[in-house]
């Protein structure tokens, strides 16, 4: 039987999502902070990490080890950089209010750098490397995560999939915005091919046995219990260079953990020595680099468009319909989702009748 998918209106998503972290306990600003991020998952068309985590959220706050009030308390600071303590609480908000600190110094000294402890779930690090862009900045933003990832040669999940975000303004109608895991893939692809009851393609995930595992229910189960691990980019062993995605992933667990005195590897799992639920303790770096200390801001703009222009106008290989560089189709995404809405599952809508009816929310009706 085909699956039952309905597109809501972008902005219906974000007021619901809003009301979500409103009725949990969220501040009014913060939950707005909230909902924006997920929002702009959906909307650049990577549902992994938008609506589709709502009621992760919901229920970690019920259980108790994510707060939904955030203390920002900033522990350490010079012109350029801070550390921050987030004490456990929204991830988003402690994400947003840090990228916010390191493009403040970096107006006035040309740089800013934060690092950030006791952190939760932030989203996606490409939106806090967009709010550097937006302010004719470079942005960068590394978290690492829950260990779900095997260094090369190993089976056992050691890191997270600690992803590299990079971005910047262009003479274009959208920014450069890289934005990936430095794994193959990130359970968040995986929980949306458990929605639609699809396999996980061979390649992305390795058994305790050290064969590729395909079993999309059994890898979901199996992770957080330590019998699978994803693979880092390039795969399993060095043939196809799956050395570096390990290199890159341990670059960022070094910027989100020692640089702030915070936890690492298997402490960030969520759990503690007796297998309690406790705050996942992530850790973060955010960078803001003003462009106008170097260069005029027009010439970086002009330089980086011709870079993108050129690349895309390379030779098309056969098969291939055009090159893309990164943050267009995002872009692309965009377009369509506020022209025909974000498209939900019928997964995703049950879990949000399931938000709706428990914390009584009837200030926006949903389409289904």
Known sequence: MEE?????????????????FLKCGVPEDDA???????????????????????KMYYDRIKRGILSPVTRFEIVRES?????????????HVIGYKSMKLAIKKAREYGMGAVAVRNSSHYGIAGYYALMAAEEGMIGIAFTNARPSVAPTFS???????????????????????????????????????????KPTPAGWVIGRDGTLATDTEAI????????????????????????KGYGLSVMVEILCA??????????LSGFDERGNPRPHQLGHFFMAIDIAHFVPLDEFER??????????????????????????????????????????????????????EELGIKEVPLPF
Do not use: W
């Open 258 to 267: 020692a640089l702030q005195s915070g936890a690492f590897l298997k402490d």
């Open 32 to 54: 707005r902070i909230c909902a924006d991020v997920l929002i702009t998952s959906d909307i650049r068309g990577i549902p992994s990490h938008g609506v589709n985590r709502l």
């Open 79 to 91: 012109e350029t950089t801070a550390v921050v303590d987030g004490h456990h609480g929204m991830g």
């Open 303 to 356: 330089t980086v468009g011709e870079i993108l222009r050129k690349l895309r106008a390379a030779e098309v290989a056969p098969g291939a319909e055009r090159i893309y560089t990164a943050g267009q189709k995002a872009y692309l995404a965009a377009k369509r989702a506020q022209k025909k809405g974000i498209p939900l599952n019928e997964s995703v809508q049950r879990d949000l009748k399931i938000l709706q």
């Open 155 to 197: 089976v056992e999940p050691m890191l997270g999939t600690n992803p590299i975000a990079f971005a910047c303004p262009t003479d274009e109608e959208f920014p450069f915005c890289f934005d990936a895991a430095t794994s193959i893939t990130q359970r968040g692809k995986i929980e949306v091919l458990a929605r639609v009851g």
């Open 220 to 243: 979901l189960k199996g992770i957080p219990e330590g019998k699978y691990a994803l693979l880092p980019l390039g795969g399993p062993g060095e043939e196809m260079g799956g050395h």
């Open 4 to 20: 039952k998918v309905v597109y809501v209106p972008v902005e219906t998503l974000r007021e619901f999502m809003y009301q979500v």
